[in-house]
C-alpha cells in the first residue's frame, strides 16, 4: 500500500469476504479441487510456502484459489475493450483482427494469474470510452470516460501515462478535432475529480498526497535495487519486444512503414502510444518488469498492424494471420515453460 493504489487490494478484500460468507462456497471449490487436480487446501497451503512467510488458513488458501482464477479471467477480457478500440479507431474488421492478435501476447500469458493484466482491460476501456466520446460528442461518454481514467488510477498509478495518448489523440488532427472538444474535457476532468472527490471524503484516501508518495516510494526502492538509468534504458525496449513476441514486433514495423497508416484517428493513437513509450524510458521510471507493468500499451502498439491485415489480398489475408497467432502461442507457450523451470529450480 505505500506503492500502489488501492484498488487491487479492495478487489481481493471484496472476494475473500464473500467467500467467507458462503462456507459452502469453498467446500465446493475445495472439492472441485481434489476431484480434478487431487489439489487439497493443504497441499495448497504446503506450496504457498515458496512464495510467502505468512501462515494461511484452509479458507484463505482457497479464497487465494478462487481469486487467482477470477484474475486470470477478467485478464482475458482484454480482447473486449481491444475489439472496441479497433473498431472505433478504424472499423470492425480492425477490430476483430487487434482482439485476436491481444490474446496471443506473450506477456499476457506470462504473468496469469496477476494484476496487470486485469489493469490493462480497465485502463484500455478508458481509453475506449475516451475515443467513443471523441467520436460522437456526447456529453455523458466524456464523463464516463472520466470515470474509466479515475478506476484505472485507482487500479495503478502507472495507468497516468494513458492520459498523453488520450490527449494526443484528441488533439493531434485539427481537421477531424472534436468541435465540443474543450467542453468534453472539462466533464471528462469533472467525473474523475468527483470521483477522488468522494473517496476523499467518505473514506479519507486522498490521491494528491498517495500518488507522489507511492511514486518516491517506487524510486527509493529503484535505487536501493542498484537499477541504473542506462541498463534499463537498454534492457526495458528489449523486454519490450521480447514478450511483445518476434511475429507481432516485426509486423508492426511493416505496418508503421507502410503506406495507408501514417494518417487518421487509429495512426494518431499508435504515435500518441510511441510518444509515451519513449517519454517512459527516458524518464526512467521503471527499471525493468516492463513485460508485464506496459502490458496496458501493447495491444495500442499493434493496432497498425492489424489494419494492414485486414487490407491484405486473398488468400494473405487468410492463411498469414493465422500462421501469425500460432506462432505467437507457440512462443508464449515456450517463455512461460522456461519460466516454469527456473521457477523449479
Do not use: K
Given at each position: 500500500v505505500r506503492t500502489h493504489p488501492p484498488g487491487p487490494i479492495l478487489l481481493m478484500w471484496?472476494?475473500?469476504?464473500?467467500?467467507?460468507?458462503?462456507?459452502?462456497?469453498?467446500?465446493?471449490?475445495?472439492?472441485?479441487l481434489v476431484r480434478t487436480y487431487?489439489?487439497?487446501?493443504?497441499?495448497?497451503?504446503?506450496?504457498?510456502?515458496?512464495?510467502?512467510?505468512?501462515?494461511?488458513?484452509?479458507?484463505?488458501?482457497?479464497?487465494?484459489?478462487?481469486?487467482?482464477?477470477?484474475?486470470?479471467?477478467?485478464?482475458?477480457?482484454?480482447?473486449?475493450?481491444?475489439?472496441?478500440?479497433?473498431?472505433?479507431?478504424?472499423?470492425?474488421?480492425?477490430?476483430?483482427?487487434?482482439?485476436?492478435?491481444?490474446?496471443?501476447?506473450?506477456?499476457?500469458?506470462?504473468?496469469?494469474?496477476?494484476?496487470?493484466?486485469?489493469?490493462?482491460?480497465?485502463?484500455?476501456?478508458?481509453?475506449?470510452?475516451?475515443?467513443?466520446?471523441?467520436?460522437?460528442?456526447?456529453?455523458?461518454?466524456?464523463?464516463?470516460?472520466?470515470?474509466?481514467?479515475?478506476?484505472?488510477?485507482f487500479w495503478s498509478y502507472g495507468y497516468l501515462a494513458l492520459g498523453l495518448v488520450a490527449l494526443f489523440l484528441g488533439w493531434s488532427s485539427r481537421e477531424s478535432r472534436p468541435a465540443n472538444l474543450p467542453a468534453g474535457l472539462v466533464y471528462t476532468v469533472a467525473a474523475w475529480a468527483l470521483f477522488y472527490g468522494l473517496l476523499d471524503a467518505c473514506f479519507g484516501?486522498?490521491?494528491?498526497?498517495?500518488?507522489?508518495?507511492?511514486?518516491?516510494t517506487q524510486r527509493m526502492i529503484m535505487l536501493r535495487e542498484h537499477r541504473a538509468y542506462l541498463t534499463w534504458l537498454a534492457l526495458n525496449p528489449?523486454?519490450?519486444?521480447?514478450?511483445?513476441?518476434p511475429a507481432l514486433w516485426g509486423g508492426m514495423v511493416w505496418a508503421w512503414f507502410s503506406r495507408g497508416v501514417q494518417h487518421g484517428f487509429l495512426a494518431r493513437a499508435t504515435q500518441g502510444t510511441l510518444l509515451t513509450v519513449l517519454l517512459l524510458l527516458l524518464m526512467g521510471s521503471t527499471r525493468g518488469e516492463v513485460e508485464r507493468i506496459w502490458v496496458f500499451l501493447m495491444p495500442l502498439l499493434l493496432l497498425p498492424f492489424a489494419a494492414l491485415l485486414t487490407r491484405l489480398p486473398k488468400p494473405l489475408s487468410l492463411w498469414l494471420p493465422v500462421a501469425l497467432l500460432i506462432a505467437q502461442i507457440a512462443f508464449a507457450i515456450f517463455l512461460s515453460t522456461n519460466f516454469l523451470l527456473v521457477s523449479a529450480a
Open positions: 471484496a472476494v475473500r469476504q464473500l467467500a467467507l460468507a458462503h462456507a459452502d462456497l469453498l467446500a465446493r471449490l475445495e472439492a472441485f487431487d489439489l487439497s487446501a493443504a497441499d495448497l497451503i504446503s506450496l504457498s510456502r515458496v512464495a510467502t512467510t505468512w501462515q494461511l488458513s484452509t479458507a484463505d488458501a482457497l479464497v487465494a484459489c478462487l481469486i487467482s482464477w477470477l484474475l486470470t479471467v477478467l485478464s482475458v477480457l482484454i480482447f473486449l475493450p481491444v475489439y472496441g478500440l479497433g473498431a472505433v479507431l478504424g472499423n470492425r474488421r480492425v477490430g476483430l483482427a487487434a482482439a485476436a492478435l491481444s490474446l496471443s501476447l506473450p506477456a499476457l500469458w506470462c504473468f496469469l494469474p496477476g494484476i496487470d493484466g486485469v489493469g490493462a482491460v480497465i485502463a484500455l476501456t478508458a481509453l475506449w470510452l475516451w475515443a467513443m466520446a471523441l467520436r460522437n460528442g456526447d456529453w455523458w461518454r466524456y464523463a464516463l470516460a472520466g470515470l474509466g481514467f479515475a478506476v484505472a488510477l484516501f486522498n490521491l494528491w498526497r498517495a500518488l507522489p508518495a507511492a511514486l518516491g528489449y523486454a519490450l519486444l521480447v514478450f511483445l513476441g
